[in-house]
């Protein structure tokens, strides 16, 4: 399980940095909000 968050977080960070340069929206799912809630953000 180490591993793989470790390669997780690795993943991660290169991505959200591509997508802050190139300006685009992203939602933070990690806030502990409902399905509900983060698809509801989604349609905004």
């Known amino acids: ?3 793989f968050l470790a ?3 690795r993943y991660q960070t290169p991505v ?3 997508i802050d340069r190139l ?3 992203r ?3 990690g806030c502990g909000q409902a399905a ?3 698809a509801d953000t ?3």
């Open 36 to 38: 509900a809630e983060l």
């Open 1 to 3: 399980m180490g591993k």
């Open 27 to 29: 939602i933070d799912a």
């Open 42 to 44: 989604v349609w905004r």
């Open 23 to 25: 300006g685009l929206d």
């Open 7 to 9: 390669r997780t977080g």
């Open 16 to 18: 959200i940095d591509a």
